[in-house]
């Protein structure tokens, strides 16, 4: 009985590393199906938002003075701040005008306000701040014209860059879960194949033992 019982064993563990490893593949494809996707769609909601912000500071930008250095440098703060990105702003000829780093801080608005969170993406049950989250590599150029008598001059642009990389906390979180899936999903496997090969073995035990029996 003892070689029935050792192969007995060896098949317990031989099915229950290949339940293992079926649910280690099937974890795997999946995530490299689905991490790629959301990768995707996280890049084009941040551009989304940043086509989306830079339209808004064309139009604020528009109705004032482009020669008053000082009144640029604090529109382009103002855009800035709503759009926690860079701004750069440039006259017709591409030199600079005025240059706003994204912000760095951002005191914490009344709780009927949340900080802007374009994508929806929450970090432990609670809204990053945009400030306090890394930087895209997302740019977004538009040209900004401002009326006249005889009907619209372009006085220069205005670029924006480096919004809140939202996409890398979405990801970092998918990471997270795919990752702790894929382990409960192995644990699962192997169980499985432990109690799978237990059926499996049990009636050949009882048979090797009436055998034994007989043969006394």
Do not use: C
């Not at 912000?53 to 528009?62: I, K, N, Q």
């Amino acid at each position: 009985r003892a070689p029935t019982r050792r192969r007995s064993a060896a098949l317990r563990w031989r099915l229950s590393i290949s339940f293992a490893g079926i649910a280690a593949l099937a974890a795997l494809v999946l995530g490299s199906v689905i991490v790629p996707v959301l990768a995707s769609h996280y890049a084009t909601a941040e551009r989304t938002y940043l086509e989306a912000a830079a339209e808004r500071a064309v139009r604020d930008l528009s109705t004032i003075s482009w020669r008053d250095r000082a009144l640029l440098e604090e529109s382009a703060r103002q855009v800035a701040v709503l759009a926690q990105a860079r701004v750069r702003l440039l006259d017709t000829t591409g030199a600079v005008l005025a240059d706003v780093a994204a912000p760095t801080f951002v005191e914490p608005p009344p709780a009927a306000q949340p900080l802007p969170n374009p994508l929806g993406v929450t970090l432990l049950g609670e809204t990053p701040s945009p400030a306090s989250l890394p930087r895209s590599d997302q740019r977004v150029s538009r040209p900004v014209n401002k009326p006249d008598k005889a009907g619209a001059a372009l006085v220069g642009s205005v670029e924006l860059s480096e919004p809140p990389a939202y996409e890398q906390v979405a990801l970092a979180n998918v990471a997270l879960a795919w990752a702790l899936a894929g382990l409960l999903a192995v644990l699962v496997g192997a169980v499985a194949g432990v109690a799978v090969a237990s059926r499996i073995t049990r009636p050949i035990e009882r048979l090797t033992a009436a055998a034994d029996r007989m043969a006394a």
